[in-house]
C-alpha cells in the first residue's frame, strides 16, 4: 500500500511474473477512487500578472512535471516557475502525499483571470480534486479493499497509464488488485518510464534493475505517489474493478487487449504482439522471462 504501510508487499511472495500491456511488462497495485469529469472551473486568481491564455486545459493522465510547464506558457511566466511555487502554495494535501501534488492535479479546463498565478491555479486544481475524491462513494469503495483514499488515486494513476482505453480500465484495475492480494509484485512499465521520466514501449532488462522508488520490479507494492493525475474513468474503474481472476496483460493492436490468468496463454498473446510489431517493421519489444 502507501509508503510505510505495513501490509506493503504483503506477507508471501509471490512468482515474479512479468505482465504486459503493448507486448511489455505490466503490474498490479490495490486501489479505488471518486466522481467527476474533466470539467470547466472557474479559476481563482490573486496577484497581478497578465495570462498568455484564457484557459488552461489539463488532460487525463498528464505528468505533474507537464502540468507546471502548461501552467508557465498559459501565465507567460519563466520555465520553472510554477514548480518553484509549490512552497508557497498552501496545498490542501492528504499527508501521505508528503506535499507533492501528484495525483491531485485534477484534469480539467481551467478558465484563466488576467491576475491568476501559479499558486491560484494549483490550488483550485488541489481543491477541485479534494472535492471528487473525498465524497463517501469514494470512501466506502477504498474501505472495502482495505486501502485509504491516496492509495486509491495511486492505483487509478497506475490504470490511467497502463489502459488503452476506457473499456479495459476495469480489467486492468482488477489485474492490480489480483496481483497484489497474491503477494505478487507489481511490474509495471508505467511506474519505470515515471522513474526516467519517459514515456516508452522499449523497457530493458537493465531498467528493470535501477535503484528506484518506483522500480515496481524491484519493490513490493505500490509506488510512493501516483505516477500520473487520473481522470474520472481511472479513478471509477479503481473504484469498482471488473469481476476476474486475471495476473497478465497485454494490447496486442488497439481494440485488441487480452487478459488471462494463465502464464502460458500470456506469453501466447506476447508472441501474438510481437509478430503483430514485426509486420509493421517496428522495434519489438522484450519478451516476458518466465516466472522466478
Same mark, same amino acid.
Given at each position: 500500500m502507501s509508503r510505510g504501510a505495513s501490509s506493503r508487499g504483503t506477507t508471501t511472495r509471490g512468482k515474479a511474473i512479468r505482465l504486459t500491456r503493448r507486448g511489455r511488462i505490466v503490474l498490479g497495485v490495490t486501489g479505488a477512487v471518486v466522481a467527476g469529469a474533466a470539467v470547466a472551473?472557474?479559476?481563482? =486568481?490573486?496577484?497581478? *500578472?497578465?495570462?498568455? =491564455? +484564457? !484557459?488552461?486545459v489539463i488532460p487525463e493522465g498528464w505528468r505533474a512535471s507537464q502540468i507546471y510547464d502548461a501552467v508557465d506558457k498559459a501565465l507567460a511566466l519563466p520555465a520553472g516557475s510554477t514548480k518553484s511555487s509549490l512552497g508557497t502554495a498552501d496545498l490542501k494535501l492528504p499527508g501521505d502525499a508528503g506535499g507533492n501534488p501528484e495525483g491531485y492535479l485534477f484534469p480539467a479546463t481551467y478558465p484563466l483571470e488576467k491576475d491568476a498565478t501559479p499558486q491560484s491555479v494549483l490550488r483550485f486544481m488541489v481543491d477541485t480534486a479534494n472535492k471528487r475524491f473525498g465524497g463517501a462513494p469514494v470512501a466506502a469503495g477504498a474501505q472495502r479493499d482495505a486501502m485509504n483514499g491516496y492509495q486509491a488515486v495511486t492505483i487509478a494513476s497506475i490504470v490511467q497509464a497502463e489502459a488503452v482505453g476506457k473499456a479495459d480500465m476495469g480489467k486492468v484495475a482488477r489485474v492490480v488488485l489480483n496481483r497484489l492480494q497474491r503477494g505478487m509484485p507489481l511490474q509495471m512499465d508505467s511506474t519505470l518510464n515515471y522513474a526516467l521520466n519517459r =514515456? !516508452?514501449?522499449?523497457? !530493458?532488462?537493465? +531498467?528493470?534493475?535501477?535503484?528506484?522508488?518506483?522500480?515496481?520490479?524491484? *519493490?513490493?507494492?505500490?509506488?510512493? !505517489?501516483?505516477? +500520473?493525475?487520473?481522470?474520472? +474513468? /481511472?479513478? *471509477? /474503474? /479503481?473504484l469498482n474493478p471488473t469481476p476476474g481472476n486475471w495476473l497478465y496483460f497485454v494490447t496486442v493492436k488497439r481494440g485488441d487487449t487480452r487478459f488471462t490468468a494463465d502464464y502460458a496463454e500470456h506469453q501466447r498473446n506476447v508472441a501474438d504482439f510481437n509478430a503483430a510489431q514485426n509486420s509493421k517493421a517496428q522495434r519489438s519489444p522484450q519478451v516476458s522471462r518466465p516466472p522466478r
Open positions: 472551473v472557474p479559476l481563482l =486568481s490573486l496577484a497581478g *500578472r497578465a495570462a498568455a =491564455s +484564457d !484557459t488552461l =514515456s !516508452t514501449l522499449n523497457t !530493458t532488462v537493465s +531498467d528493470t534493475r535501477i535503484e528506484n522508488p518506483y522500480n515496481s520490479y524491484q *519493490r513490493m507494492g505500490l509506488p510512493p !505517489t501516483p505516477i +500520473d493525475n487520473p481522470g474520472v +474513468d /481511472a479513478l *471509477r /474503474a /479503481a
